[in-house]
């Protein structure tokens, strides 16, 4: 099983910008489609950004134009640059397959309020 590592989050005021990065102890991460997700307090887990193996992108109605995932396949690092920041994008953010087929970690905190 592939170990996910996120890191990147903070405290940020509305509209700054934070990127995140989520490193994964696979080899074979260049093959997979793979994802952000996020987590707020009482909500449930969300897809928020995809992206295939070939770069193919995708964003959930609320991050778009706003957020943007990229993937670095030599380093098996996954990104996730987040730009006017809302108090309502304040979750965990998480890194997994599109297919959220591998462990998950432990997550990044990212915090946006005044």
């Known amino acids: 099983q592939a170990r996910l590592v996120e890191s990147g989050g903070g405290w940020v ?4 910008s934070l990127k995140l990065s989520c490193a994964a102890s696979r080899s ?3 093959i997979y489609a793979m994802a952000w997700y996020r987590q707020a307090p009482g909500k449930q887990r969300e897809s928020v950004a995809s ?3 070939g770069g193919i992108t995708s964003y959930g109605d609320s991050v778009k134009g706003r957020f943007t995932i990229s993937r670095d396949n030599a380093k098996n ?3 996730l640059q987040m730009n006017s920041l809302k108090p309502e994008d304040t979750a965990v953010y998480y890194c997994n397959t599109a297919l959220s087929g591998w462990d998950w970690g432990q997550g990044t905190q990212v915090t946006v309020s005044s």
Request: aromatic share 16%; proline share 8%; glycine share 16%.
């Open 28 to 30: 074979s991460f260049s």
């Open 51 to 53: 992206i295939t193996s």
């Open 13 to 16: 005021q509305p509209g700054g």
């Open 77 to 79: 690092t996954l990104y």
